[in-house]
């Protein structure tokens, strides 16, 4: 999983419950990335970032929010507005301009309760 | 739009045999190909990637896969395969040029890859 922290591995939550999940690298990578995997879905874009203080949105960024304060860390808060939270959740880094390459972090996988 | 198809949910495969995971793909322009694998409740690792050059690509753990541009494959390999090879492996390609210069990898659906002794 080379340099990339995810916490916690495993996240309980209740419904109406906004909770953060934490993305830390020491790779010094320029982009940073949010993914959800569901089962049979493959990975799906939801956040990424490119340099401190600017993010975009992927494919399914309705219900996430993210920041990025710092080159290291990449947080990602699933609101109460995600209808449907419960999965498995990745977040990668990589250099650019190249990207030829994202490390990914082990994961946590979010469950609502 | 760039796509990747992984046409098999899972490939089953006695140790020893050779396996194979396929791989399709559809780009504008030349592709950047990549395959990664992944443990249960792990994040991915990646294995390897083709961008330019020999169309025979070796990766970790012993796999290769052979970029094939008038069949649009990119398909996974491996001469012997182990039980400890079991795992998801995912095909991926580089998705063009967004706004700010960033390429996203666009992933298939995955394939679980079975060795059984």
């Known amino acids: 999983d080379g340099g990339i922290t995810q916490s916690p591995k495993y996240l309980f939550r209740k419904e109406g419950q906004n909770v953060t999940l934490s993305c830390e690298q020491n790779?010094?990578?320029?982009?940073m990335y949010w993914y959800r995997q569901d089962p049979g879905q493959g990975l799906r874009l939801i956040y990424y970032?490119?340099?401190?203080?600017?993010?975009q949105k992927g494919d399914i960024a309705e219900g996430y929010s993210v920041s990025r304060e710092k080159k290291e860390s990449f947080p990602l808060t699933v609101t109460s507005a995600q209808k449907n939270p419960t999965a498995f959740y990745l977040c990668?880094?990589?250099?650019?301009?190249?990207?030829?390459?994202?490390?990914f972090g082990p994961g946590t996988r979010l469950t609502v309760l | 739009a760039q796509s990747v198809a992984q046409p098999e949910d899972q490939v089953n495969v006695a140790e020893g045999n050779p396996l194979t995971v396929k791989c399709t793909y559809s780009?504008?322009?030349?592709?950047?190909l990549f395959w990664y694998v992944q443990y249960p409740n792990r994040g991915l690792q990646f294995l390897l990637k083709?961008?330019?050059?020999?169309?025979l690509v070796k990766g970790s753990y012993g796999f290769e896969a052979e970029f094939n541009k008038s069949q649009t494959s990119f398909h996974l390999k491996k001469p012997s395969a182990l039980v400890s090879d079991s795992a998801l492996y995912f095909c991926?390609?580089?998705?063009?040029?967004?706004?700010?210069?960033?390429?996203?990898?666009?992933f298939g659906a995955g394939t679980r890859l079975a060795v059984h002794p």
């Open positions: 780009v504008s322009g030349n592709p950047y």
């Open positions: 970032s490119q340099i401190v203080n600017d993010f």
């Open positions: 790779l010094n990578h320029d982009a």
């Open positions: 083709y961008i330019t050059g020999d169309n």
């Open positions: 991926a390609v580089r998705d063009l040029l967004l706004s700010g210069g960033y390429n996203k990898l666009i």
């Open positions: 990668a880094s990589s250099w650019l301009p190249d990207n030829n390459e994202q490390f």
